[in-house]
């Protein structure tokens, strides 16, 4: 390849503007509560979970979010559309923050669509089903189930995407853990170097729910993805693992594998899986002592 084909190439990478966003799990880990409410729709104070997912891509430069959904989480969709009916209703009373509150959910800029996964048949397979809205260009992935609280100017997924157009190659967000909790996600090794403030490190291995590591902490990928188009070709190739899912980490390996670099983003987030009762709990309370009122609330009653 020449300086000017590897320029071309280059600016051939186009920007990140889709995201896609997987909502068809059942939600076991939330039952009863979750039996005819998507799991995504509980809220965290005055939000659903989703809310704040679709609002973190929004922030990060995102202008399509693609859900992949199925027949029994179409409130997802309809809490995203226009309430006419509640909106006017709400206009007509004259309750002008509510209004508000319901009016602008997302900006009008922003696209949603939805895909149907058919059959729960994995991660790699839900991401598979946006394929065709994917044509030859980057993309973010977000799991709702984990919800990202954050200080700092930028956000983890904007990082992220700073780094995939810094570099031009993908990227996983990691969170150092302690290896007895490995067999709960999926888990990269990173290239050693010696380089101080690396923005992001090369992931040389991927493995999901190992049972056991031997080093005593590593590094777990939490649910945020910046992926190149590539990603679609592995997925499309992939084949369901032995608990009869397709997986995402097993196609990231199979890229790394043949030599689709892709690197790791450290997390600078407190995250709390809102997929569980306790997690959900902890977000509700951390969300909720940043408000002065309901720290003193939430004071009163543990006293
Ligand atoms: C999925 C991924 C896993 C990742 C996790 C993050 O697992 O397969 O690699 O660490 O999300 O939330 P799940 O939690 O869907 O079983």
Known sequence: MTLLDWKIDMAEIKNVTKAIIPVAGLGTRMLPASKAIPKELLPILDKPIIQYVVEEAINAGISQIIFITNDSKEAIEKHFEKNFFLESSLKKTKKKKLLESVKGIIPENIKITSIKQKKPLGLGNAIYRASDFISNEPFAVLLPDEFLLNNKPLSDLKNMINNFNLSKEGQVLVEKISSKFSKNYGVVDLLKSRKHNQKFK???NFKEKP??????????????YVLPSETMSFLKKARPSKDGEIQLTDSLLSM?????????TLSSSKVYDCGSFKGLIGANIALASKDPKMKRYMKEILN
Do not use: C, D, Q
């Not at 049972?211 to 945020?224: C, D, M, P, Q, W």
């Not at 790394?256 to 790791?264: H, K, M, R, T, Y």
């Open 211 to 224: 049972k056991s590591l031997k080093s005593k902490e590593a590094y777990r990928i939490i649910g945020r």
């Open 202 to 204: 090369k992931i040389t």
């Open 256 to 264: 790394i594998n043949s030599e689709v670099n892709l690197n790791a």
